[in-house]
């Protein structure tokens, strides 16, 4: 068999196996992640006519940043978030009439973008923001289309 090449010894250099590791996100808990969700809610959803800074448009569509009406009753805001309004509201002195449908299906999405909007606009600290218990009174209106 040596003639087939066999019978001698043959090094073989073969290059070290490099495991690969997924980089590990870490568990993003408590209130990191109900902002984070509020984030991507108010990306995906209130962005289009609240814009980028909160601001909203005049006339059109209200202002969360510094909105006196919004800071009156926060609550207020989880509320119309989840259920929508027709109603005609003043803030800070410019009557707005435009309806709202409903945002989210859930209070705990309602709070995430409620509180993302009062920490991110509004600069409240942590210990202000709202809690379930805060909202726990707050009815989902049944009628509404899912």
């Known amino acids: 068999f040596t003639s087939c090449g066999g019978g001698g010894t043959t090094e073989t250099t073969e290059a070290p196996k490099q495991e ?5 996100k870490p568990e993003v808990s408590g209130l990191a992640a109900q902002l984070a969700q509020g984030e991507k809610i108010y990306k995906e959803k209130c962005i289009v ?9 005049a006339g059109a569509f209200p202002p969360l940043a510094g909105s006196d ?4 009753d926060p609550k ?3 509320h119309q978030t989840l259920n929508g309004s027709h109603e005609v509201m003043v803030v800070n002195g410019v009557s707005y009439n435009a309806p ?3 945002q989210v299906q ?3 999405d309602a709070l995430a973008v409620i509180n993302y909007v009062l920490k991110t606009f509004n600069g409240f600290t942590d210990d202000k ?3 379930m218990e805060d909202v726990a009174d707050i009815v989902i209106n ?3 289309p899912k």
Do not use: Q
């Open 20 to 24: 690969i590791k997924e980089e590990v």
């Open 69 to 72: 009406y919004l800071l009156a």
């Open 76 to 78: 207020r805001g989880i």
């Open 142 to 144: 049944p009628m509404k």
């Open 100 to 102: 709202m449908v409903p």
């Open 106 to 108: 859930t209070k705990e």
């Open 129 to 131: 923001l709202l809690k």
């Open 49 to 57: 006519c609240h814009m980028a800074d909160a601001k909203g448009v």
